[in-house]
């Protein structure tokens, strides 16, 4: 996956004209104007076979689809995540990590943990935390009683907080989809004791678990 950058560093004294293909053109003008090329793995694991199966579909897909239906392109609905989702779409930094996952959360008797599954690519702790503490529809009630509420990415805790306003009602309703929805202010958990059991390990999800949000430890 790397091999397109090392080439554009290979040629990096070339100009655009002298430059084979576009590809190393756009790289060597990303590098130019002081950004990187992020890259982002969309799936793992895989046979060569099928690797270049699912290159292939990716590239009429991205040729294609927005000539299909400018509108098409958003959120998906798919209830579940697809087969084998833990090697699924990620950046380098998460797919490393996740290589290095070994062993399932470790919960004590008295820890009650919200875990809430998000998608993306955010990486920060601060970024993570944006995107899991709202909108979800859940009960205040029973989620305000929640030791830590975790983020979880691919079956791996990335995140780990505490709530320090508790559930609160979506206030700007901006769609019929936001009504019953709250969110919460967080702050992260910095005990590194703590964070050893959760961060980077894995929580297992129920087969055929469509709900975004999972109660994990010492609930009744």
């Known amino acids: 996956m790397f091999n397109h950058i090392l080439s554009s560093f290979k040629h990096k004294e070339l100009s655009e004209e002298q430059l084979v293909g576009e590809k190393l053109e756009r790289i060597q003008r990303v590098h130019n104007s002081g950004h990187k090329v992020k890259m982002y793995i969309l799936h793992y694991g895989l046979t060569n076979e099928h690797a ?92 305000n009683k929640a030791t830590y509420i975790a983020a979880c990415r691919n079956g791996v805790i990335i995140g780990l907080y505490t709530n320090s306003s508790g559930w609160l009602p979506v206030q700007l309703i901006e769609s019929q989809n936001d009504e019953g929805r709250f969110y919460f202010e967080g702050v992260s958990v910095t005990d590194k004791s703590v964070l050893e059991r959760y961060i980077n390990r894995i929580v297992e999800i129920p087969k055929g678990a469509r709900y975004p949000i999972l109660y994990v430890g010492g609930w009744k």
């Open 52 to 143: 270049f199966i699912v290159e292939s579909v990716l590239i009429d897909v991205f040729s294609n689809f927005k000539v299909i239906d400018d509108q098409a392109i958003g959120d998906l609905t798919n209830g579940i995540y697809g087969f084998d989702h833990r090697r699924g779409f990620c950046d380098v930094d998460t797919l490393c990590n996740n290589a290095n996952v070994r062993e399932k959360i470790h919960v004590l008797p008295e820890e009650k943990i919200l875990v809430i599954k998000i998608s993306g690519t955010e990486s920060s702790d601060a970024d993570i935390l944006e995107r899991v503490r709202k909108s979800w529809r859940i009960n205040p009630e029973r989620a």
